[in-house]
């Protein structure tokens, strides 16, 4: 009867660094490489097969469970796991166990090892990631890290990808541009196909690295992108651009604000590309320093006579 109220036992929320200081019992764990005595060799021969099939590891996902050492996970005693990522595969149920390190290295029990490819595949089938995640900027540059750590092909339908407009996307389904905090200041209403600034200004190189696989669907924005493509996209979501004047009301009815056209302007004179926008509405009579959010405006193309 204590053993079964034992095994159902719903333990406390616990972090990878409580499961640690949990482990000290398994230290009693028989080794082979401590046996002195052929009698005892024998026998730890014959337990530790017996143990392997039975769930006598405990591990705190799931709310507290008892596993098989076969079904268990224990971090690589290289310790190039973040405790934080840890910390989050238990939440999201990953059976992570704990030894005392000695006992990690040679009690032969048959768990396997926390490696950026088993996080791959767990991040990859759980749908609690994204909320996890998107609440801790923090954890998801670990989360990052570690799993491109190894390779950086595999990352396909892993929900890591923090857009400007806070949605958390997977890795290869839909394409996110890669641009700076001034351009994102551009493409108005664009916020679902830019990645976060915050998250490109502090992993720049690696999502760099990332874009030149296409399988990941990163692109890094380039002028002829944004002028051909991405800034008339911006534009169509709130006016029609074939309509000359279109008439603009900064900062109301989803229109942008004022600032919207200066920076506009700003990027075409700095990346040389007046001859690429000139069929686009961005030209208005005040000036683009004088308009305000309070006012209607009207704006022509660049090729009007």
Same mark, same amino acid.
């Given at each position: 009867?204590?053993s079964?109220?034992?095994m159902?036992?719903?333990?406390?929320?616990?972090?990878?660094?409580?499961?640690?200081?949990?482990?000290?019992?398994?230290?009693?764990?028989?080794?082979?490489?401590?046996?002195?005595?052929?009698a005892w060799?024998?026998? /730890? $021969?014959?337990? #530790?097969? &017996? %143990?392997s099939?039975l769930?006598?590891?405990? *591990?705190?996902?799931?709310?507290?469970?008892?596993v098989?050492?076969?079904?268990?996970?224990?971090?690589?005693?290289?310790?190039?796991?973040?405790?934080s990522?840890?910390?989050?595969?238990?939440?999201?149920?990953l059976?992570?166990?704990c030894?005392?390190?000695?006992i990690?290295?040679d009690?032969q029990l048959?768990?396997?090892e926390?490696?950026?490819?088993?996080?791959?595949?767990?991040?990859?089938?759980?749908?609690?990631?994204?909320?996890? /995640? $998107?609440?801790? #900027?923090s &954890? %998801?540059?670990d989360?990052?890290?570690?799993v *491109?750590s190894d390779?950086?092909?595999?990352?396909?339908?892993?929900?890591?990808l923090?857009?400007?407009?806070?949605?958390?996307?997977?890795f290869g389904?839909?394409?996110?541009?890669?641009?700076?905090?001034?351009?994102?200041?551009?493409?108005?209403?664009?916020?679902?196909?830019?990645?976060?600034?915050?998250?490109?200004?502090?992993?720049?190189?690696?999502?760099?690295q990332?874009?030149?696989?296409?399988?990941?669907?990163?692109?890094?924005?380039?002028a002829?992108?944004?002028?051909?493509?991405?800034?008339?996209?911006?534009?169509? *979501?709130w006016?029609?651009?074939?309509?000359?004047p279109?008439?603009w009301t900064?900062?109301?009815?989803?229109?942008?604000?004022?600032?919207?056209?200066?920076?506009?302007?700003?990027?075409?004179?700095?990346?040389?590309?007046?001859s690429?926008?000139?069929?686009?509405?961005?030209v208005?009579?005040?000036?683009?320093?004088?308009?305000?959010?309070?006012g209607?405006?009207?704006?022509?193309?660049?090729?009007?006579?």
């Open positions: 009867t204590t079964c109220s034992l159902t036992f719903q333990f406390p929320s616990f972090s990878y660094q409580q499961l640690c200081k949990s482990s000290r019992p398994f230290a009693l764990l028989p080794l082979m490489s401590a046996t002195r005595e052929k060799e024998y026998l /730890v $021969k014959k337990v #530790l097969p &017996l %143990l099939n769930p006598v590891l405990w *591990t705190p996902a799931g709310g507290g469970n008892w098989k050492p076969c079904e268990a996970f224990c971090p690589p005693l290289n310790g190039t796991i973040p405790n990522i840890l910390d989050l595969l238990i939440q999201l149920g059976p992570v166990v030894f005392p390190r000695h990690q290295q009690c048959p768990f396997a926390v490696t950026p490819q088993v996080v791959r595949k767990w991040f990859r089938s759980n749908e609690m990631l994204k909320s996890k /995640v $998107k609440s801790d #900027l &954890l %998801l540059k989360c990052l890290c570690f *491109t390779r950086t092909d595999e990352l396909t339908n892993i929900p890591l923090l857009l400007k407009s806070g949605q958390v996307v997977p389904q839909q394409k996110v541009y890669l641009v700076n905090e001034s351009l994102s200041k551009v493409l108005h209403n664009l916020d679902n196909l830019i990645l976060s600034n915050v998250l490109y200004t502090d992993l720049g190189k690696l999502f760099n990332l874009a030149r696989s296409k399988i990941n669907k990163l692109i890094v924005a380039n002829q992108m944004v002028c051909n493509s991405l800034l008339p996209a911006s534009i169509q *979501t006016t029609h651009t074939h309509v000359n279109v008439q900064p900062n109301r009815n989803n229109h942008p604000s004022a600032e919207w056209l200066l920076n506009v302007w700003t990027y075409i004179t700095n990346n040389e590309v007046i690429s926008v000139i069929t686009l509405p961005l208005v009579a005040e000036g683009p320093e004088n308009v305000t959010n309070e209607t405006y009207s704006l022509y193309r660049l090729d009007t006579g």
